[in-house]
């Protein structure tokens, strides 16, 4: 059974940066790739990034490109999404996702986490 565990969400001023981790089991986490995504109250579930299995890809929403890092260790079963540069409109509760293949979710974020807010404010 697919598990994920997301952490390190919190209360964060604009302009200031968190370091969110996803714990994953029961699946061989180095043959998938995995994604962020987060939701905003009241709104869709909107793509942050990907990561290919090996971590050799990575791609990136155009509203967080360049302020926010993907990264994984495959032999720690955890990927992390690096927030820098935040702002107001980056509050949201933020979930990992275990992409069907090893290349891309293909759009399909069903196997995701609890989630870990995140809160940007002053």
């Known amino acids: 059974e697919v598990h994920l565990v997301e952490s390190g969400g919190g209360l964060v001023q604009p302009g200031g940066s968190l370091r969110l981790s996803c714990a994953a089991s029961?699946?061989?986490?180095?043959?998938?790739?995995m994604a962020w995504v987060r939701q905003a109250p009241g709104k869709e579930l909107e793509w942050i990034s990907t990561i290919e299995n090996n971590g050799a890809v990575r791609s990136y929403a155009d509203s967080v490109k360049g302020r926010f890092t993907t990264s994984r260790d495959n032999a720690k079963n955890t990927l992390y999404l690096q927030l820098n540069n935040l702002k107001t409109e980056d509050t949201a509760m933020y979930f990992c996702?275990?992409?069907?293949?090893?290349?891309?979710?293909?759009?399909?974020?069903?196997?995701r986490g609890q989630g870990t807010q995140v809160t940007v404010s002053s």
């Open positions: 996702v275990k992409a069907p293949t090893a290349k891309s979710t293909g759009g399909d974020f069903s196997r």
């Open positions: 029961g699946f061989t986490f180095s043959d998938y790739a």
